[in-house]
C-alpha cells in the first residue's frame, strides 16, 4: 500500500503493534524510528507520517497536505458480476479514483450472487479500502447496490456524459467528450452483457452505446479501461495533485 | 473463453473429446450438436464453427471470416514485475489486443523473479493464449525479454510515439498523440519505479514522461490503461472489425 488509511484517534496516539497495518509497515516494508510513511483520512487529508517509536504502539508525527485531493468526476454503474470480478471492480475503480461505483442487479446477472460473503458482510469494503490506499488516496469511493438498471440510472446526475460499453451494438469507439463536460456515467453489464431491454432503457436515459475496439475485455478491465478513457476526455488528470508537491 | 484456438489439423480433423477445450465447451459451457462456438488459428484467421459430433472428437465445420483481424501498433515495455502480477500483465495486454510486449530486466527489479516457473516453463505462454482467447481474437502478442532498458529501447521502430509512464517525474498527463502518428510504445516500470539511469536514458531516446492522474495505479492496470489511452488516441479503434459483421 501506498498510504495507510487511519482513524482521528490514531492520528494523535498511534497504531497498536499488532495492527495488521503496523506488521506490514515494520515487518514487509521494514521502517524504523526516524523513517516516514504516507497516512490519511479517509475523505480528509493526507499526510507524511515521521515514526517516533515502534513499540507498544506505532507513534508519529504527521505534517498534513493544506487541502484535500479532488475527488474524480465519474459514476461507473455496473452489472453485478461474479463475487470475483466484483473484488477486482471494486479495488481497481477505487485505485482510479472514481467518486462512486453503483452495482445493479442486471437482467442477464445470477440475483446468488448476492449471497457471497463479498456483499452479506464488510469484505466488499477491504478491497475498496485496499484500492484507494493503492492510490495513494484517501477519497473511498462511494458504493451503491440497486435492484435494476432503472434504479441506477434514477441516481445520475442531469449534467454527466453518459457512456454504456457494449462491444456488440455500439455506434463507434469510445472518443470524445461532447463540450462543456465536467463529469460523466460510465454503465458496464454484467459478464453476459446487457438484455435488450436494458439497451433501450439506456438509449432512452441519453446513453450512447461506445465499444472498445474489436477485443472483448473482461468485466474488470472494461471498467479500468472505460474509466480511465472518460477522466483522461473529461481533462481532470491534468489538475493534478501528488502528494508532497 | 470467447474464442478457442486450435491448430490446423483440429480444424480438419477435430479435438479429442477428452482435451480441456472440449470439457470446457462441452460441460461448462452445454453446447451440443448443432450449436456453435467462435473459433481460430493461431495468428491467423477466425470463424465460426458448427458443430457435428460431439464423441470420440468434438467435429465441427467451419465458416471462416474473409480477412485476418488487425494488429494493434503498441509496443509495451515493462519492467520485469513479480511473477504474480507478470500473469496479469501478459494476460491483460494480449487481451486488450496488443502487437508486442517486451520485459526488461529493470535495475530496481529483483532478478530472482526469472527463476520463476512462470518464465522457466511455458507458462508465460498460457496466459498471453488466454488473454487473446478472452479477446475473441487470434493475435497473440509477441513476447520478448531483454536484460536492460537499453536492450528493449535499441528494438523500438523510429516512428513510434514514445510514452514512459511515471507518476513522479511527469511532465503532464497522457494527452494527445503526435499529428501523424500511426504506431506507439509505451514504457512503464517495475513495482519499484524507474532508477535515475533508466529515467535519463528514457528521454534521451525521445520518450516523454507522463503520468494518469495522481492516483498510483498497480503496474498491471497501469499498463492496461495507459496502453488503452495510447490505442485510443492512435485511433485504431475506429477500424472495428468484429467476428460476424
Chains 1, 2 share one sequence.
Not at 509497515?25 to 515514526?51: D, K, M, N, P, Y
Not at 484517501?138 to 435492484?147: A, D, F, G
Request: with cysteine; glycine share 8%; aromatic share 6%.
Amino acid at each position: 500500500m501506498n498510504l495507510v488509511l487511519i482513524t482521528k484517534r490514531e492520528a494523535a496516539e498511534g497504531i497498536a503493534a499488532d495492527d495488521p497495518r503496523v506488521k506490514h509497515l515494520v515487518q514487509t516494508v521494514g521502517l524504523r524510528a526516524g523513517q516516514s510513511f504516507h497516512v490519511g483520512l479517509a475523505g480528509a487529508l493526507r499526510g507524511l507520517a515521521e515514526i517516533t517509536a515502534i513499540t507498544p504502539f506505532l507513534t508519529f508525527n504527521i505534517t498534513w497536505e493544506q487541502t484535500v485531493q479532488t475527488k474524480l468526476p465519474l459514476t461507473v454503474i455496473v452489472g453485478l458480476p461474479r463475487p470475483q470480478t466484483a473484488k477486482k471492480v471494486l479495488h481497481d475503480l477505487a485505485s482510479l479514483g472514481v467518486a462512486r461505483m453503483i452495482f445493479f442487479e442486471a437482467e442477464k446477472a445470477d440475483p446468488g450472487y448476492l449471497t457471497s460473503s463479498l456483499w452479506q458482510e464488510d469484505e466488499w469494503q477491504s478491497h475498496l479500502r485496499k484500492g484507494t490506499e493503492q492510490a495513494c488516496s484517501t477519497l473511498v469511493p462511494e458504493v451503491l447496490r440497486t435492484r435494476s438498471l432503472e434504479a441506477a440510472l434514477a441516481l445520475v446526475a442531469e449534467n454527466n456524459w453518459r457512456v454504456a460499453l457494449d462491444p456488440y451494438e455500439a455506434s463507434g469507439a469510445l472518443g470524445e467528450a461532447p463540450a462543456g463536460s465536467i463529469a460523466g456515467c460510465l454503465a458496464i453489464g454484467p459478464e453476459r452483457g446487457w438484455s435488450d431491454a436494458e439497451r433501450k432503457l439506456l438509449v432512452a436515459r441519453g446513453f450512447v452505446l461506445h465499444h472498445l475496439g474489436d477485443r472483448i475485455l473482461r468485466v474488470e478491465a472494461a471498467c479500468l479501461v472505460g474509466g480511465a478513457l472518460m477522466l483522461a476526455r473529461l481533462h481532470v488528470w491534468e489538475r493534478h495533485q501528488s502528494l508532497g508537491t
